[in-house]
């Protein structure tokens, strides 16, 4: 009993270790990722901007008349930016508040002064949200009111001179609505705010999930140039996300490990396994598979890792091998590729992946130790993306043979082939929660065709219950291939792990 004591005490003082660092860390960057706060107009009551790394959110308390017609009263929390960029967040006003046209949102203004142009997306404590903008300094407020009330997520983004407002409840997809020909200048103040519509009150808007989003130029070219990664954590729960890595370099696919203390990633063909108590990658051996796509699984028992590697005397094609989870040489099992690992099954005697054979994707199954592979699916289009339930009893994968990419699950044996989702989005790696209850997949909107996943695109991470039902947005994000390829989820079903992508500089 003395010992475990012992441990007790060491483990409390450890905890408060990290929370002091984690505090002096906040007081090192009190803005988070904002440069600087200020009243904007003259208010009659100042206002202030906080950051919480633990929580990592930001309150903003704001007084302010109004933002409308030639000038504006508000609190401003700002970096400045240029060029094209997305701004994203989950926002709440605290309390009732007094007037019901109090907002809070996103803005981005050609300057600080009252009178500056501006584009702004704003909620009202009505539940109104709509994008407003002003075009010239010192001109008038216009506004778009969205068809959507009660939202909470809002996006603003700037490509050039159109501005594009998406808002939705949380759980929901977004509805978008766009102005153009908004001339801002190229640097820009862009941040959040409040305005309490009454000068002399103060409102508190608290903002999580804040994320601003460097996008791909148009003149990037798909898997030669990329963007830098950012590994989140997300809990299923609250919807709160939390970036716990980050690299100006591509990284991809990261995949939870059974005892819940690591995940596993991909970068430039390479795996490594991140240590959640450190926050730190060590490269796994994988002896000469160096050319690894984001298609790696763990076996159920976390004994074994299974590869997708581009094989050179296979013609440069995916062939699947197995190995040693914590690194080890590579067995080869697939003798016929590309062949492109998706799920093992529970008791670890089987492993499933996509085949291209005869032009023609399917999903096969063969055994752990190699042999012959049997294939399960036969309709024409695109069958990928096949993982089995923790019981065993069923294999989820995506298909284009309805038209769009949409969920599908079937026997183990091929048998009883059936449809689960059926809505307006191209539906991508269905990945089963661990006690068998929920399945989270990525969605693509129709800006992209039903059998690509390319990188770099508005995305949304979706649940639903294991037998269908409704999908609910659980994470917007700006990702796409590589983002939620593999397993992510937590031992426990209670948080997932997933890429996002960004420009990322060298020295953030």
């Known amino acids: 009993m003395k010992s475990l004591s012992v441990l007790f005490k060491y483990l409390i003082i450890q905890a408060l270790f990290f929370l002091l660092a984690i505090d002096l860390f906040a007081q090192n960057n009190p803005l988070g990722i904002f440069e600087n706060h200020q009243d904007i107009g003259h208010v009659k009551r100042p206002g202030s901007a906080t950051y919480s790394a633990i929580a990592d959110n930001y309150t903003v308390e704001g007084s302010g008349t109004n933002i409308w017609g030639e000038k504006d009263e508000f609190h401003f929390i700002w970096k400045k930016m240029k060029g094209d960029f997305i701004l994203t967040t989950q926002v709440s006003l605290v309390g009732k508040g007094v007037d019901p046209h109090r907002k809070s949102g996103w803005m981005i203004r050609t300057n600080l002064n009252s009178n500056s142009a501006h584009a702004s997306v704003s909620v009202h404590g009505n539940g109104l949200a709509s994008l407003q903008f002003r075009r010239t300094n010192g001109g008038n407020t216009e506004e778009l009111k969205s ?197 093992w099954s529970p008791d670890g005697k089987f492993l499933t992946y996509t085949g291209e054979r005869n032009g023609e994707y399917d999903i096969y199954k063969i055994s752990s130790k190699g042999g012959e592979e049997t294939r399960l699916t036969t309709a024409k289009g695109l069958d990928d993306g096949s993982e089995y339930t923790p019981d065993g009893k069923w294999i989820y994968f995506n298909s284009t043979r309805s038209g769009l990419m949409q969920i599908w699950r079937m026997k183990p044996d091929g048998s009883q082939q059936e449809q689960l989702t059926d809505d307006e989005f191209n539906n991508w790696f269905p990945h089963i929660s661990p006690d068998g209850k929920s399945v989270i997949f990525i969605s693509y909107g129709q800006d992209v065709k039903p059998d690509d996943h390319p990188y770099y695109k508005h995305v949304y991470l979706r649940i639903m219950p294991i037998n269908g039902g409704t999908p609910k947005v659980v994470a917007y994000l700006y990702g796409g291939q590589g983002s939620f390829n593999v397993p992510g989820w937590s031992p426990d079903s209670k948080s997932i792990a997933f890429a996002s992508n960004t420009e990322i500089k060298e020295q953030e």
């Open 147 to 343: 068809k959507i009330t009660g939202a909470d997520v809002i996006q603003l983004e700037r490509k050039g001179n159109t501005f594009i407002m998406s808002v939705a409840k949380f759980g929901d997809t977004f509805t978008r609505d766009t102005i153009t020909d908004i001339s801002l200048g190229d640097e820009v103040f862009a941040g959040l705010f409040v305005c309490a519509h009454n000068p002399d009150v103060a409102e508190t808007g608290i903002f999580k999930n804040v994320r601003i989003v460097i996008p791909a130029k148009e003149s990037l070219v798909p898997y030669k140039d990329y963007l830098g990664s950012k590994l989140e954590i997300l809990d299923i729960e609250t919807g709160s996300r939390k970036v716990i890595h980050q690299s100006s370099g591509n990284f991809e696919a990261p995949n939870s490990t059974p005892d819940g203390k690591a995940l596993i990633f991909n970068s430039k063909g390479l795996l490594y396994r991140f240590d959640l108590t450190t926050n730190k990658p060590t490269l796994i051996n994988t002896g000469f598979a160096k050319r690894n796509n984001n298609d790696h699984v763990l076996s159920f028992d976390g004994k074994k890792m299974g590869i997708s590697n581009h094989t050179e005397d296979a013609g440069g094609k995916s062939i699947i091998y197995t190995l040693p989870a914590q690194g080890g040489t590579p067995t080869r099992i697939t003798a016929k590729g590309p062949s492109y690992l998706h799920g």
